[in-house]
């Protein structure tokens, strides 16, 4: 088992240009996130999709949108980048499904540092 | 609504020393309370957990007690090593809705 993957690592990208960062997890799991972390800020939780064609807002959704693929794969992608956006993005997944699951924890891959010039 | 609040750092300590990093928490309901570690360059990996009052989670050394009187799940261990320098997460997660809540994590650095 992989478990959550992400490409790029690294990403250097000029004010307006697009991207896509890429998450897939082989856990089988029904819910995907996607965070971002900031000095001093912790994680800030931008989408997340609780199943294959949902997706919700989390507390920074703005400048970003998300596409839930498949049950694999949860893409970020930021159409028009601005240097505000400089940060170090992770995915995440979980199992939020049959019955009580708020013991079930949150599995990350391993960032993609994005740089916005 | 549901957050939590850990410690600030950033911490520095002796190999040996004793650690604490306090963590406390305010949930609607019963949460689901995590510690999870991150190492340089890496991505967050959970360290610990308790899912219900008076539950103490453990692993590599650390400990975390569930305490529902006054909503804490501090991490402890008794004796840190160079290699447990790292920044640490405190989070909970509520019985509905599919939301974790991270606090802002605290640095710690172990110096020999």
């Known amino acids: 088992n992989a478990g959550v993957t992400q490409t790029p690592k690294f990403q250097v990208l000029k004010t307006g240009q697009s991207m896509t960062l890429q998450c897939a997890q082989d856990?089988?799991?029904?819910?995907m996130y996607w965070y971002r972390q900031d000095p001093g800020m912790g994680l800030r939780l931008i989408y997340y999709?609780?199943?294959?064609?949902?997706?919700d807002k989390g507390e920074v959704p703005n400048g970003y949108n998300v596409s839930r693929l498949n049950k694999r794969e949860f893409s970020l992608r930021l159409e028009s980048a601005a240097p505000s956006q400089t940060s170090v993005y992770f995915c995440?997944?979980?199992?939020?499904?049959?019955?009580?699951?708020?013991?079930?924890?949150?599995?990350f891959g391993p960032g993609t540092r994005l740089t916005v010039l | 609504g549901d957050s939590v609040t850990q410690m600030e750092g950033p911490v520095t300590l002796s190999e040996e020393a004793f650690l604490t990093i306090n963590c406390t928490y305010t949930?609607?309901?019963?949460?689901?309370l995590f510690w999870y570690v991150q190492y340089p360059g890496e991505g967050l990996q959970l360290l610990l957990k308790?899912?219900?009052?008076?539950d103490k989670g453990s692993n590599k050394g650390f400990e975390a007690t569930y305490r529902k009187e006054t909503t804490s799940f501090h991490l402890e261990k008794g004796s840190v090593q160079v290699s447990d320098s790292a920044v640490y997460f405190c989070?909970?997660?509520?019985?509905?809705?599919?939301?974790?809540?991270f606090g802002t994590g605290t640095s710690l650095t172990v110096i020999p």
């Open positions: 999709s609780a199943s294959e064609g949902t997706t």
């Open positions: 949930a609607t309901g019963y949460p689901s």
């Open positions: 995440a997944s979980r199992i939020t499904s049959g019955g009580s699951y708020s013991y079930n924890e949150q599995f």
């Open positions: 308790a899912t219900k009052a008076d």
């Open positions: 989070a909970l997660s509520v019985h509905t809705g599919n939301q974790f809540y």
């Open positions: 856990m089988n799991h029904n819910s």
